[in-house]
């Protein structure tokens, strides 16, 4: 009878084990996702005034489809950022950009999504566009 429990119990250790292996989108990995905001300094008009890579914006990132953020860096001088120690998954990272034709001067959300398929892989993400 002991035998038994001893093996029951050790195949629910087993099962837990293997079930609890298996890890989430999210903090904890050794992924890295990195890239780069690209600003634009737009005139009331419409002109473009300035434009290139900024430096001090903020950039967010969630598991993809989760609209609650988990980090937040800000860009260097020359406009990259960098979110290290991610687990494999869907990522979306973002940055605010000023909106001239949105109701009541809004903010609007540039978006992209990110993959990281390998657990040490670092993905390069498309530039940011965004306008000031």
Same mark, same amino acid.
């Given at each position: ?21 298996? &890890? @989430?989108? +999210?903090?904890? $990995?050794?992924a890295?996702?990195?890239?780069? /905001?690209?600003?634009?300094? *737009? ?5 473009? &005034? @300035?434009? +290139?890579?900024? $430096?001090?914006?903020r950039?967010?990132?969630? /598991?993809?489809?989760?609209? *609650? ?5 800000k860009?260097s ?11 494999k ?11 001239d034709?949105c ?12 993959d ?17």
């Amino acid at each position: 009878m002991i035998h038994y429990l001893r093996a029951g119990l050790l195949a629910a250790i087993v099962c837990i084990g293997i079930t609890s292996c298996k &890890k @989430d989108a +999210g903090p904890g $990995g050794l992924a890295t996702i990195k890239g780069r /905001v690209f600003a634009t300094d *737009v005139t009331t008009s419409g002109n473009i &005034k @300035d434009s +290139g890579y900024i $430096g001090n914006q903020r950039v967010f990132i969630s /598991v993809s489809g989760n609209t *609650v953020q988990f980090d937040d860096v800000k860009t260097s001088y020359d406009g990259s950022y960098e979110f290290k120690f991610l687990r494999k998954g869907q990522y979306d990272v973002w940055a605010y950009s000023d909106c001239d034709t949105c109701v009541w001067a809004q903010q609007k959300v540039i978006l992209t999504g990110i993959d990281i398929s390998d657990k040490k892989q670092t993905v390069v993400a498309p530039d940011l566009r965004i306008i000031f």
